[in-house]
């Protein structure tokens, strides 16, 4: 008999694109490579390779936000731009106690965030 | 030889709070005034084409296909009209497109609207509306805003250039100032640097949204419309109308990435210089040749960083210019004179329409008393879709 429930649980990881043919990064995923126009299918990533998105990276800017979107329920949020040790950049939420400083190292993970209706969306945090 | 483009009518109604209203009654109101302003309600009936601005009213109004309600509530079956969405550039891109149909040929007479009612839902639903031109994915997801986006912009240009939150409050002043002073503006209220930064309860009046910047350095959610009417210079039809042409010298856009992030430098606005760029050659003049300009400030920053990338002032200097009020009323290149997006207001869709609506009134001489640029020769507008991803710049110039 096959089980096919799934059990334990999942971590969540954002994914970025390394375009096979001449090896330029991307995040989010382009559909067409801007060095060697190579086409990304989106439904299959035949001649790009996904990978995670994570680990050490260095805070660029930083923001508090205090008037936050509708389903927020919280007084604030940080949110932060980030670079990465290969050179991609992103951008998401920081979470530390006091005042993050520009160009101080942080790590950055992956989370689900269900502030809004809908389905959970994956959510960077810099920390 | 493309022909000359002017404009013979504008109009505007008070921006501010509508949500009672119909947001095609609000666009129509403004439609009605631009063709008083031209010589009379029937010269609709020469109009070849209407272009209606709107960023959102299926998010904020439960209302669609703008262009064919306005077209039938000002009676003006069967002439062609198209809704244009662009972000919050939906307007500039609506003047735009109403430039290249009468260059074209297509058309002799445009009529451009725009429009929105956005206090319909809460503030916190209006910001997570707008925050929807975001990239879905690594923008939106996050939960960031445009605030919040403004907010690191902010800080950046601070770190770099030694900008100063004080420096933030006197662009506010200056553009309270104007709109104190403008029928038409949502906030007639002039506020103090005493009252918004040096004073002892500045802090409390003076709020942070999206650190470092304040509720004086965002604009507020405001409704309203703006309504203009576009020529052939050199067609007969022009003569059909009252009031002299101010013509259209430049009309440009670019864009950049929709992700902030990927930018070279996040700093620069490259789709504002190159659209600027544009616009100046297409003109024939440079930054020096303008006399005014209307900037989109829905952050004060925007004021800023805007002046510096179509060549007013150099990188990191705008706001020492703001300082010695080189940018007042009556400084040397008067800057937001109808209070901008800070002060007079920023109904999305309408806003491109209203910032060439005040180039016109400026340049025909007709603003209030206290508010009228000296002697003014070419007025630049800079409207901004998205975080600065898609921009459309106007030159307009008095003959």
């Not at chain 1, 059990?7 to 969540?12: D, F, H, L, M």
């Not at chain 2, 002799?108 to 503030?123: C, F, I, P, Q």
């Not at chain 2, 709109?179 to 802090?203: F, L």
């Not at chain 2, 309203?224 to 013509?247: E, H, T, W």
Request: net charge negative.
């Amino acid at each position: 008999m096959v089980d096919f429930s799934v059990y334990g649980e999942q971590t969540p990881h954002i994914s970025a694109f390394r375009c096979e043919k001449c090896g330029t990064l991307y995040y989010p995923a382009p559909m067409v490579c801007r060095k060697c126009d190579s086409i990304r299918d989106p439904t299959t990533n035949k001649g790009w390779e996904e990978f995670d998105l994570e680990g050490p990276c260095t805070l660029l800017t930083w923001t508090r936000v205090w008037n936050l979107p509708e389903g927020f329920n919280r007084k604030f949020l940080m949110f932060g731009m980030v670079e990465f040790e290969n050179g991609l950049r992103a951008s998401g939420r920081v979470e530390m106690e006091g005042d993050p400083q520009i160009g101080m190292k942080l790590t950055a993970t992956t989370i689900e965030a269900d502030e809004r209706p809908g389905k959970p969306v994956k959510v960077f945090v810099f920390s | 030889m493309a022909p000359r483009v002017g404009i013979v009518g504008a109009g505007h109604c008070r921006f501010g709070n509508s949500s009672d209203y119909d947001v095609v009654d609000v666009i129509a109101y403004s439609v009605n005034a631009a063709f008083r302003d031209a010589g009379g309600l029937n010269l609709r009936k020469e109009v070849d084409q209407v272009f209606v601005a709107n960023m959102a009213a299926g998010l904020f109004n439960r209302e669609t296909a703008l262009a064919s309600a306005v077209i039938s509530r000002m009676d003006m079956e069967p002439c062609p009209a198209e809704l244009v969405e662009n972000g919050p550039a939906s307007g500039a891109s609506a003047v735009k497109l109403g430039y290249m149909a009468i260059a074209s040929g297509m058309a002799d007479v445009v009529l451009v609207a725009g429009g929105e009612v956005m206090r319909s839902v809460t503030g916190w639903e209006s910001t997570d509306i707008v925050a929807t031109m975001a990239h879905k994915e690594a923008e939106y997801n996050m939960g960031l805003t445009l605030p919040g986006f403004a907010g690191m912009f902010t800080r950046l240009y601070m770190e770099r250039y030694g900008l100063t939150e004080r420096d933030l409050a006197l662009v506010a002043v200056k553009d309270h100032d104007n709109a104190a002073k403008n029928t038409y503006a949502h906030v007639q209220i002039p506020v103090t640097i005493d009252a918004i930064a040096d004073g002892p309860n500045a802090d409390v009046v003076n709020n942070y949204v999206a650190e470092p910047l304040r509720m004086y350095s965002t604009c507020p959610v405001t409704d309203g419309s703006a309504a203009l009417i576009l020529v052939n210079m050199d067609s007969p039809k022009a003569k059909l109308f009252r009031k002299k042409p101010v013509r259209i010298a430049g009309i440009a856009s670019a864009t950049d990435t929709h992700c902030v992030h990927n930018r070279k430098d996040p700093l620069v606005l490259e789709a504002v210089r190159l659209s600027a760029e544009k616009a100046y050659t297409m003109a024939g003049i440079g930054p020096q040749d303008i006399s005014f300009a209307e900037l989109h400030d829905a952050f004060v920053i925007f004021e800023l960083i805007v002046s510096e990338e179509v060549g007013f002032f150099e990188r990191g200097t705008s706001f020492l210019a703001v300082r010695r009020h080189e940018t007042d009323l009556n400084g040397r290149l008067p800057i937001n004179t109808s209070g901008g997006l800070k002060a007079k207001g920023h109904p999305v869709g309408a806003t491109g329409v209203s910032q060439i609506f005040e180039l016109v009134r400026q340049l025909r001489g007709e603003a209030e008393e206290g508010r009228q640029v000296k002697d003014p020769r070419y007025g630049m507008a800079v409207n901004f879709g998205g975080f600065g991803n898609n921009v459309v710049t106007t030159i307009l110039a008095k003959d």
